[in-house]
C-alpha cells in the first residue's frame, strides 16, 4: 500500500509552453501534498505544500504565479508549469502524506520536465 | 526543523554492514529522526524513522544516542542495489509539518 504516482515520468516541451503534472495517492488519502524540485547533484528543494480544498503554501522564492498548484481532491495534486523556460528544466517529485498517519510520507517517482 | 550534518559521501564494501552516521545536535524532544534514500532518477523512499529507542526493520537499523544528538543509520549487509543518496531528516510530526532535505551522503556500495 501507500503508493504515490505521478504522470507523466517525463516531458519535453517547447519553451513558452505550460506543462501539467498529477500527482496521485493510489490506494490511501492524502490531506496534504509537497511539490519538489530537484536540479543534478543537487538535493530536493521543497517548492510549495498542498492542502485538499485550499490554497498552496509556497516556500520563499517560489513564483506562485509560475507553479500553480491544484489540489481538488484527497487524491490527486497537479502542478502546472506556465510559460515553461530552459532553466524550468529540472525533476519535479511530489510527496502525500497519509490522512491520519503523520508519520510517514510518500514520494512519487518523480517527472523529469525538459524545455527546449 | 533541526538541521543535520552528513558525510557527503562513503563508500562500502557488497555484503559488509554499512554505517551512516548523522548529526543533529539542535534536535528538539520532540522531532523524530527520519532516513530516506534516493537512487539515481527516482523518488525519495522511507527507509526507517525513530524518536529515542532504537529502531529495526526489514531494511535497516537506526541507532540513536541517549543525548538524541546523533544518530547512524545501518545497512546490515550492503548489496550494489543500496547504491543511492541516504537523508536523514529530523521533523516535528504534524499533518502539514513538511520534510526538508539536506545534502545527503551519497553512498557507494562496490563489488
Known amino acids: 500500500g501507500a503508493v504515490v504516482s505521478q504522470h507523466p515520468s517525463w516531458v519535453i516541451c517547447k519553451s513558452g509552453t505550460s506543462v501539467k503534472i498529477e500527482c496521485r495517492s493510489l490506494?490511501?488519502?492524502?490531506?496534504?501534498m509537497f511539490w519538489y524540485r530537484q536540479f543534478p547533484k543537487q538535493s530536493l528543494m521543497l517548492m510549495a505544500t498542498s492542502n485538499e480544498g485550499s490554497k498552496a503554501t509556497y516556500e520563499q522564492g517560489v513564483e506562485k504565479d509560475k507553479f500553480l498548484i491544484n489540489h481538488a481532491s484527497l487524491t490527486l495534486s497537479t502542478l502546472t508549469v506556465t510559460s515553461a523556460h530552459p532553466e524550468d528544466s529540472s525533476f519535479y517529485i511530489c510527496?502525500?502524506?497519509?490522512?491520519?498517519?503523520?508519520?510517514?510520507?510518500?514520494f512519487g517517482q518523480g517527472t523529469r520536465l525538459t524545455v527546449v | 526543523d533541526a538541521k543535520t550534518t552528513q558525510p557527503t559521501s562513503m563508500d562500502c564494501a557488497e555484503g559488509r554492514a554499512a554505517n551512516l552516521p548523522c548529526n543533529h545536535s539542535?534536535?528538539?524532544?520532540?522531532?523524530?529522526v527520519y532516513w530516506y534514500r534516493q537512487i539515481h532518477s527516482q523518488g525519495p523512499q522511507y527507509i526507517i524513522h525513530?524518536?529515542?529507542n532504537n529502531e529495526t526493520n526489514e531494511m535497516a537499523s537506526l541507532i540513536i544516542t541517549e543525548d538524541r544528538k546523533s544518530s547512524t543509520l545501518i545497512l546490515p549487509h550492503a548489496t550494489l542495489r543500496d547504491t543511492a543518496v541516504y537523508y536523514c531528516i529530523v521533523r516535528v510530526v504534524s499533518a502539514g509539518n513538511k520534510l526538508t532535505f539536506g545534502g545527503g551522503t551519497r553512498v557507494l556500495v562496490k563489488p
Open positions: 525513530g524518536l529515542k
Open positions: 539542535t534536535i528538539s524532544g520532540n522531532e523524530y
Open positions: 510527496s502525500a502524506r497519509r490522512q491520519g498517519m503523520e508519520l510517514e510520507a510518500f
Open positions: 490506494d490511501f488519502q492524502a490531506t496534504t
